[in-house]
């Protein structure tokens, strides 16, 4: 890889991860905003002194609370939640590529390390998971999924995982001839379980087909997408409103606390599988979705 | 949101019920898993513990880096639920007060009522908010855990709501 396109590549991973974790998309902030005014009015129309009125006041105040602290993270211009995640990187490579995949790697182990350092973003990374668990002191390794593309050029697509949600991820491995309302009610029955551990509201991924790996993976390219932007396929769009809809009867609300709504958005990517089977991946994102994308 | 000074009396703790949307004044000290295990450990080798517990708030978070000049970095709380399975022996220990987000097991609600203690919950996420709340921060032990380790801070105006209360109600059905 040319010096300029490393350096260029290197300093562009490095301000959208550090964007990432001080702002949050614009639709998604919407969506956050225009749950609040839902839970004002839910507030004000409930009877005062009961169950149902302290509990929608609570999640009323999450609300509060998290557009007030994304309004201090960005003039602070700090991590808008300590959990600055487990990097994931999606790299879907173009085939005029000029580089190849280890100066890649190299160049988004440097981008990475550039935010990890000047975002000042917890060192949250242990090396070994089950016997030394050493913090790495650095952030990294990353997860890396390789994939191509058909258009000429690259694009690198990033996530910031925390993990009181990735410890929510949930997969069922249904029948071939299971109905998509049996595939809505399985996404809802692994949201239910996750109930107001990862913090909710939630943005919610789905991936479904594959192996069991790859619809985890497809359940995580799904985050990527902007909310409130529907598959382009139709079937799959009206599989992502219905889900939405159901999602927001799970009765878990911000905080945990319950009320009328739960998702900020929920988005789903499939592929191909195999006779014998239907894997469906869930993949939840609290509400601060920080993703980050590249272009080349 | 009424406020309160820490540490809380047996009477503030009993006056509290879920949903009250409180804010707290003082000392909280700060683990998150590995503290916990690492505390359990102790107990269980009937060793010393690197601060008593008794009266204490514990506040299940692990900080980001800090900012140049400031008192700490981003520091809002992490999953309660992981620490459900040392919490009722920290409690016998003279832990009162626990700090988190999300839903408990039902053995902490009975280690709370047995205790009279509380669990409050904190803002999911909002780290950046906390961080206002927070004016000192001293280390306690296990300083080798990085973000992990147990340390001591000083707050002023910490919003939290009520999850459990000393009557083992909680917000979490």
Known sequence: ?296 | MKHYRLPLSKEERSSLRIYDQISLSGSILVGRDKVHQKLEELISLGKELPISLTDQVIYYMGPARKKEGDVIGSCGPTTSARMDPFTPMLMDHGLMVTIGKGPRSASVSEAITKHQGLYLVAFGGCGALYAGCVKQMKPIAFEELGPEALIEIIVEDFPVIVGIDSTGNSTFL
């Open chain 1, 1 to 296: 890889m040319e010096k300029k396109l490393y350096n260029e590549l290197v300093s562009s991973i490095s301000i959208e991860l550090i964007k990432a974790s001080t702002h949050l998309e614009d639709s998604l902030v919407n969506a956050i905003k225009e749950m609040k005014s839902v839970f004002e009015r839910a507030v004000a129309e409930s009877d005062k002194e009961t169950r149902e009125h302290h509990r929608t006041e609570a999640s009323l105040l999450v609300l509060t609370m998290i557009l007030k602290n994304l309004k201090l993270a960005a003039e602070k211009q700090i991590p808008m939640c300590q959990d600055t995640g487990m990097l994931v990187a999606f790299a879907d490579i173009g085939p005029d590529a000029p580089f190849r995949l280890e100066e890649l790697e190299k160049v988004i182990t440097e981008g990475a390390a550039l935010a990890f350092d000047k975002g000042h973003f917890r060192h949250s990374i242990v090396t070994d998971p089950l016997f030394k668990r050493e913090n790495t002191q650095s952030n990294l390794p990353f997860v890396f999924h390789v994939a191509t593309q058909q258009q000429k050029g690259l694009s690198l697509h990033f996530l910031l995982k925390g993990f009181g949600s990735e410890n929510c991820s949930a997969m069922r491995m249904l029948n071939p001839t299971a109905t998509p309302s049996a595939v809505i009610d399985a996404v809802c029955e692994m949201v239910k379980t996750a109930g107001g551990k990862p913090c909710p509201p939630i943005v919610v991924g789905v991936g479904i087909g594959g192996t069991a790996d790859m619809s985890a993976v497809l359940a995580k390219r799904a985050l990527l997408r902007e909310v409130g932007v529907h598959h382009a396929d139709s079937e799959y769009c009206e599989l992502e409103k219905d889900l939405l809809v159901k999602l927001q009867t799970t009765d878990i609300g911000p905080g945990g606390f319950g009320g009328p709504l739960t998702a900020l958005g929920v988005s789903v990517e499939y592929m191909a599988t195999h006779i014998a089977g239907l894997p469906v991946s869930v993949a939840i994102s609290c509400w601060a979705d920080r993703k980050a994308h590249v272009y080349l």
